[in-house]
């Protein structure tokens, strides 16, 4: 089983749809978790860490279930400009950062 | 944010060449850098965890001979593709992690290595 695995995609979706990426992750020491977004040819970006009560910027709302090992980042609103890969990255303090396979998102005019 | 620098962006080889990509912290040290690759429509690899002062951790199936890393500085690590094959090719990517909690990490831009 990998450590980090997300829903396979692509999602194709119309702009203004609501769009929801799961993610779950194996180490049950991991503490830190992240969503990442990569466009194309570019570096990944960090879209938002993920906090256990959740937590919400903008379009973005990021869940964290500690006991089910599972994260989840909704879009809400999409716009064409959120078509890219978003990446679950999950860490363990002090060692390296596992990234998930991603997601691959389009978004349709 | 942390900003992390590499360079050069892209580079075309011959075959049997080898390359070099540099790695900085910009505007703050990492004791720490790691070493990404990232082949078409594939998610990051974590090749190896470059350590400032000592020697780096590579990841299983990766040759340390054959990439060789050097952490010189707290701001500035070295990736060396030595003897460089088409099968190399590649977008290599490296990050710094800072050392806040959540600790973060920052990538640098990438480096597209084409190997002929």
């Known amino acids: 089983r990998k450590e980090v695995e997300q829903d396979p995609g692509p999602f194709n979706v119309p702009e203004g749809a609501t769009v929801a990426f799961n993610c779950t992750y194996s180490?049950?020491?991991?503490?830190?978790f992240f969503w990442y977004r990569q466009d194309c040819r570019k570096e990944p970006k960090l879209l938002m860490s993920?906090?256990?009560s959740g937590n919400e910027d903008g379009r973005f709302t990021a869940q964290l279930n500690r006991a089910s090992q599972y994260i989840s980042l909704l879009i809400r609103d999409s716009k064409l400009s959120d078509s890219a890969t978003y990446l679950c990255v999950v860490n363990v303090y002090g060692q390296n950062f596992v990234f998930g396979p991603g997601t691959r998102l389009s978004v349709l005019p | 944010g942390a900003v992390v620098s590499q360079h050069p962006s892209w580079v075309i080889c011959k075959s049997g060449t080898s390359v070099k990509i540099e790695c900085r912290s910009l505007d703050f040290q990492a004791t720490t850098m790691f070493w990404y690759r990232q082949f078409p429509k594939q998610s990051l690899m974590l090749m190896a965890t470059?350590?400032?002062?000592?020697?780096?951790?590579?990841e299983q199936g990766v040759e340390k001979d054959k990439f060789l890393i050097n952490h010189a500085s707290l701001t500035l690590s070295t990736l060396t593709v030595t003897s460089a094959h088409p099968e190399d090719s590649s977008f290599y990517i490296c990050?710094?992690?800072?050392?806040?909690?959540?600790?973060?990490?920052?990538f640098g831009p990438g480096t597209r290595l084409t190997v002929l």
């Open positions: 990050s710094a992690p800072t050392s806040g909690r959540p600790n973060e990490q920052f």
């Open positions: 470059s350590n400032e002062g000592s020697k780096a951790t590579y």
């Open positions: 993920v906090y256990s």
């Open positions: 180490n049950s020491a991991s503490q830190s």
